[in-house]
Nanobody, 130 residues
Framework: EVQLQASGGGLVQAGGSLRLSCAVS????????IGWFRQAPGKEREGVSC????????YYKASVDGRFTISSDHAKNTVSLQMINLKPDDTGRYYC???????????????????????WGRGTLVTVSS
């Protein structure tokens, strides 16, 4: 059974930092791209970052590029998201899921997507106060 458990959220002031962690089980870690997605109240869910755990390639939503860093630990089967210089717009519930990918449109805009159809779990709540 595929299981991904996100943790590490909390309340932080603007400019602060948080480190999210995703514990992965139920599938071979190296076979999947794993991504972080978030959903703010009243807004659609959006992809934030994606990592190819086989070669370490990373992808980021434009608004978090340079502030967020995704990484994977094969020994612990975890994927982390280090977030610095947090902004109120980063507020939302964060989820980690497998099968992430990227779409780049003609203007060069990168969008992180997923084909995962299983349970997204409860995620972890990040609240950034101004």
């Amino acid at each position: 059974e595929v299981q991904l458990q996100a943790s590490g959220g909390g309340l932080v002031q603007a400019g602060g930092s948080l480190r999210l962690s995703c514990a992965v089980s139920g599938f071979t870690f190296d076979d999947y791209h794993i991504g972080w997605f978030r959903q703010a109240p009243g807004k659609e869910r959006e992809g934030v970052s994606c990592i190819d755990t086989s070669d370490g390639r990373t992808y980021y939503k434009a608004s978090v590029d340079g502030r967020f860093t995704i990484s994977s630990d094969h020994a612990k089967n975890t994927v982390s998201l280090q977030m610095i210089n947090l902004k109120p717009d980063d507020t939302g519930r964060y989820y980690c899921v497998p099968h992430c990918g990227v779409v780049i449109d003609r203007s060069g805009k990168l969008t992180i997507t997923t084909t995962y159809s299983g349970s997204w779990g409860r995620g972890t709540l990040v609240t950034v106060s101004s």
